[in-house]
């Protein structure tokens, strides 16, 4: 009886890997993501240059939606991988997704059209705790299986090589007071609390 019990134990533990395994495997759904189309290079919106106005004027807040920064990431990055898993599946693109509270950091391989291309996010909040600005790691998913963010410590190369290559952007939208997600938009606010009330 215990033999029986233990192989049913089996059993179910190989179908829940191999259920893993294929979730893992299929691609996330984006169409509901905004701005994916790639953007010409000199047709990129001009983020940098409003967020770097308003941190200088400080005198109303900044509202970018989701397809601006989408289109602006997919003109500037330029990623690639070194090695065999690079001709395998080759860096494609990286793309945002603002919901009230939290953003998705989404990563794609292997490129939209060909048939297996491989998928990841993270979703994240970003809160001010007196002068500096605490960024939390929510969740996470591969393809379409959703994890833990203790699962998700295999994407933190390439989310320290992105942030290396978004390091001027990064840096003008922690000078303002205040970063707010909303529903397809983030709302950046350099004025003080004194001053908005």
């Given at each position: ?46 983020l ?21 920064v ?43 059209n ?18 500096n ?65």
């Amino acid at each position: 009886m215990l033999r029986f019990a233990y192989n049913i134990f089996l059993v179910a533990w190989f179908g829940l890997c191999t259920a893993a395994v294929i979730q893992t495997h299929r691609a996330a759904d984006w169409s509901k993501l905004k701005g994916l189309d790639h953007a010409a290079k000199n047709n990129t919106p001009p983020l940098m240059d409003r967020m770097e106005q308003t941190v200088w004027r400080r005198n109303s807040s900044l509202e970018l939606s989701e397809e601006d920064v989408n289109r602006y990431l997919a003109a500037t990055i330029a990623g690639h991988q070194v090695g065999f898993t690079g001709s395998l599946k080759p860096f494609d693109r990286v793309a945002l997704d603002f919901e009230p509270g939290v953003a998705r950091i989404c990563l794609a391989w292997g490129g939209a059209n060909e048939k297996h291309s491989t998928t990841a996010s993270l979703d994240f909040t970003v809160k001010r705790e007196g002068g500096n600005f605490v960024v939390e790691v929510q969740s996470g998913a591969f393809g379409r299986l959703p994890l833990p963010r203790g699962l998700m410590s295999p994407l933190v190369p390439g989310l320290q090589s992105l942030s290396e290559s978004l390091r001027s952007e990064i840096h003008t939208v922690f000078q303002m007071n205040q970063i707010r997600f909303e529903k397809d938009k983030v709302i950046l606010d350099p004025r003080s609390e004194t001053v908005k009330s």
